[in-house]
């Protein structure tokens, strides 16, 4: 089975612009979930979507947002990027059992962003 | 309500010493238990898992941890660290709905 791909795995943007990063899951698994990670802040969590749905939400403001389609891949996009945006972001599928619990999560090698 | 709580932010050690890295939780569900593992500039891998059973679950790499209810807790060891075991190390707890990562725990192997 593929794993988890990220696309792109790098980007520089300037102060001010979009940016959408895409995510496609391991096949089957229809949550994606969403982790900005600094080295100061750690890994922090931004949103789920499963089957479609945002299920979950971190402590993120509106710029950080987010979609997912039928096939199940994702992506997250940032508006009006700012310095701080400069991050790893990393996707992570899983299953979701019946009474809505993960199983673990399966992560992609990231996309590097850095904000100019 | 579900939270991690890992009691090391760095732990160094002596290569071929014994390591543990201390994971505590708490959840008012069953809950599931992962430890993650990340190298320099790459993305988290899974190093093993509680979901039931045996309370003691083995890894990749010669990783091991156990699961103790009475003390809500998921400690991660390992009896002989080498050089490449140099990484962040991540626990993880699924409850109800979502699963929760504490802050990680950065393991500095000392020559």
């Known amino acids: 089975k593929a794993g988890v791909t990220q696309t792109p795995r790098y980007l520089i943007k300037t102060r001010g612009q979009q940016v959408t990063l895409s995510c496609s899951p391991i096949?089957?698994?229809?949550?994606v979930s969403w982790y900005q990670q600094t080295p100061g802040q750690g890994l922090q969590f931004l949103f789920e979507?499963?089957?479609?749905?945002?299920?979950n939400k971190g402590n993120f403001p509106g710029r950080f947002s987010g979609r997912q389609f039928s096939n199940s891949r994702s992506e997250m996009n940032v508006s009006t990027l700012e310095l701080g945006d400069s991050a790893l972001y990393l996707c992570?599928?899983?299953?979701?059992?019946?009474?809505?619990?993960?199983?673990?999560?399966?992560f992609g090698p990231g996309t590097r962003l850095t904000v100019t | 309500a579900q939270s991690v709580t890992q009691l090391d932010s760095q732990v160094p050690v002596f290569e071929e010493a014994p390591v543990e890295l201390r994971c505590n939780y708490s959840?008012?569900?069953?809950?599931?238990l992962f430890w993650y593992v990340q190298y320099p500039n790459q993305g988290l891998q899974l190093l093993l898992k509680?979901?039931?059973?045996?309370?003691l679950v083995k890894g990749i790499n010669g990783f091991e941890a156990e699961f103790n209810k009475s003390q809500t807790s998921f400690h991660l060891r390992k009896p002989s660290v080498h050089i490449s075991d140099t990484a962040e190390y991540f626990c993880?707890?699924?409850?109800?709905?979502?699963?929760?990562f504490g802050k990680g725990t950065r393991l500095h192997i000392l020559p």
């Open positions: 959840s008012s569900v069953s809950v599931y």
């Open positions: 992570a599928s899983s299953l979701v059992l019946a009474g809505g619990s993960s199983y673990e999560q399966y």
């Open positions: 979507y499963f089957s479609e749905t945002q299920r």
């Open positions: 096949s089957g698994h229809r949550s």
């Open positions: 509680y979901l039931s059973g045996s309370t």
């Open positions: 993880a707890v699924s409850g109800a709905d979502k699963i929760i």
